[in-house]
């Protein structure tokens, strides 16, 4: 009893802004029933980075996230644009949101942020050694606060759930298991 | 210079179907920019659960994700209803999914999917020693095969990033973490 892909019968968007593009498609299952109305959110490619400067520490951001109406420690994270690589969106975030760049970079896991509702990947980098080298560049509705943190106070947080985002969590938890 | 929560100036909501509910909110942040378009996607608690069977077997459902467009095995996973716990819907979604209930329970991880749009949280639990006592029961829009894996086989799974869904991957490398 193989799972197979389901058909698509049509798609229409609903709601397409810069943050959210929400799309509607209907579905036939395998067995022929229909499925009318299949919720698909469009997003770019997203990016995160765990950052390690050249004295070991980690680099996180703090920040406000109103979904969950909370400040939280983050990776950080953001957008691919038009025309970048994953890898290019990362240094650039990496950069805007903290000032610090170079180092050896590798990308250490890809993931889904939400396989049945969301179309894009989160791509998670490595990066090793990075230094200051400039100062931040936010949005106007950026609000950011740059923290380094040890090794092991990283690792305690991961443990205690503070580090509340899966898709930050996950890559997080595979390079400590990689690098024990 | 604290990070400190946003304002909200106003609400409104542009959708409210059974799988996807959009707000818009309107937010002045701490410097007294106004955001005019934050929007906020509200779900039911999800969970998911690490379901280990009594001869030691980790059992997966493998589905297919519109999505992302792919057909993945996952975690059992699923939305917690009106009126039950975390854990009751955990329950529930694993007899219903598998036919399989029975064991002992923990809650292993509480994350975010998405903190800057979601609005709610996904539960991880381990269920160790589970057995079969019933049948499936889905939806008439759920296909879903039920899969038995080793340990090993997870595991290798887990690093070949082939349980794609974020915060189905986070509880395993923690489960995996504190159980070497």
Redo the contacts between chains.
């Keep these: ?6 058909k698509l019968l049509g798609s229409e968007y ?2 397409r ?1 810069p ?2 593009t ?1 799309r509607r ?1 209907r ?1 036939q ?3 022929g ?1 229909i ?1 009318p ?5 469009e997003y770019p490619t997203w990016v995160n980075i765990i950052a390690i400067t050249s004295d070991g520490q980690f680099l996180m951001v ?11 420690t ?1 990776l950080v994270a953001g957008c691919v644009e038009d025309g970048e690589t994953a890898l290019d969106g990362a240094k650039r975030e990496l950069f805007e949101e903290t000032g610090y760049a170079g180092g050896q970079w590798e990308l250490l ?11 894009n ?2 791509y998670s980098f490595i990066a090793t050694g990075v230094e200051k080298t400039g100062t931040q560049h936010l949005d ?2 950026e ?3 740059v923290r380094l943190f040890t090794r092991d106070e990283l690792k305690d947080m991961l ?1 205690r ?1 503070e580090i ?4 930050m ?2 890559p997080l ?2 390079y ?2 990689l690098n024990p």
């Design positions: 009893m193989e799972i197979k892909k389901w609903l709601f802004r943050w959210l929400a498609d579905l299952l395998p067995d029933t499925h109305e299949y919720y698909v959110l703090e920040q406000y996230r109103h979904g969950l109406g909370e400040v939280l983050e896991t890809v993931l889904s942020p939400n396989a049945s509702a969301n179309n990947l989160s106007s509705t609000d950011i606060r443990m759930d509340k985002q899966a898709t969590a996950a938890w595979k400590f298991a």
